[in-house]
């Protein structure tokens, strides 16, 4: 406190009493208290006591990654805690197609597109109808073409991704199935499945038999050159069968939906 008296100044520092109790949470404005008045070295776990900090408390911050995976058709339930502002991140891939069987050449059958959605809005306990397309049968006598994977995986009207296309054999020359078409799939990112390998016998490589297509998650069939065997079936969800050279072609892969969240 400054003071003048007779024309001299000089100050003077009074006394307070503060006591722990005068300092509250309603004595102190939010807006004094601020990051760059507290020095990193003044806050310590020390100081912290263990009764302060409880899960209630943390419960906010501390959050657990969710998912249900689908590999067949089912129903999906939101969970209790979720609100209409839980996003949910969907993947659908479609079924792969199955490889043909020729007695020249063969083609591998086309893998699945891939479609992501993230889906808010969904209410507490309700329910989406999730469908997985199934794989095409490869086939299964001299120059029979693969079959198409049997309709797309979806996630009710949300995500949808589209399936693979059969092999086609033709002679010496064999057309593998095309991939799934992004036309026809529904999502935020769509990714088109890959086409089954063709085969060219006699050319180039002399190829007898073709991979099936490799979807997202990869693993497409192994084309069979021996007619002691049958081909590979497509290994990951959504993959194309081999094609079978003078054997059955492999069938395509079942399509999948994985749905994700934070809760």
Known sequence: IKQIIGGAQWYSTPSFDLTTASLTASNIASDA??????LNANVTTAKIADANVTLAKLADAVKQH????????????????????????????GPGGGGSM?????????????????????SASSTVTVTVGTGGAGGASNTASGNPGSGSTS???????SAGFGGVGNGTWSRGGAGGQLGTCTGDFKLGGGAGQSTNLGGSGNLQAGNGGSSSFGGGGLGETDTNGNADAGIAPGAGGGGGYNSA????????CIVEWVS
Do not use: M, R, Y
């Open 155 to 161: 996630f009710g009207a949300h995500c949808i991704a």
């Open 102 to 122: 020729w007695t020249t050449a063969s083609g591998g059958g086309g893998a699945g597109a891939t479609a992501i959605k993230w889906v808010s809005g969904l």
């Open 249 to 256: 072609g492999g069938a395509g892969a079942n399509g999948v």
């Open 66 to 93: 969710q998912h249900e995976i689908f590999t067949a058709s089912g129903t999906f339930t939101v969970p209790a805690s979720a609100t209409t502002s839980t996003i949910f991140k969907v993947t659908c891939v």
């Open 33 to 38: 208290i601020t990051t760059v008045k507290i």
